[in-house]
């Protein structure tokens, strides 16, 4: 299993900008093709906000498009999430994970929180 510490959150107000950061660590870490960032607002279900495969495609979900950039350091195995013009329905605790296709396949770490408001 491969263990995850997120880091970067915080309080920011609407339209400011934070960069998250994912690294990795464990057994078989270093294997995986894909990357997720996803989020869990409260009481919401936890929701996909963007992935990197290993050859550099990315995808969003449509509500951050534009505003979010996932990008990934492979020599660190460190993985980012670049968030500009941050918004309120922007808040939520923020996770990463890794796997080789559609889905993450390891186990959840404690996330970091992101909290948009004024």
């Known amino acids: 299993q491969v263990q995850f510490v997120e880091s970067g959150g915080g309080l920011v107000q609407p339209g400011g900008s934070l960069r998250l950061s994912c690294a990795a660590s464990?057994?078989?870490?270093?294997?995986?093709?894909?990357d997720f960032w996803y989020r869990q607002a409260p009481g919401k279900q936890r929701e996909l906000v963007a992935t990197?495969?290993?050859?550099?495609?990315?995808n969003y979900a449509d509500s951050v498009k534009g505003r979010f950039t996932i990008s990934r350091d492979n020599a660190k195995n460190t993985v980012y999430l670049q968030m500009n013009s941050l918004k309120p329905e922007d808040t939520a605790v923020y996770y990463c994970?890794?796997?080789?296709?559609?889905?993450?396949?390891?186990?959840w770490g404690q996330g970091t929180q992101v909290t948009v408001s004024s």
């Open positions: 990197i495969s290993s050859d550099g495609s990315t």
């Open positions: 994970n890794k796997g080789y296709g559609a889905v993450p396949v390891n186990s």
């Open positions: 464990g057994r078989g870490a270093r294997t995986y093709t894909m």
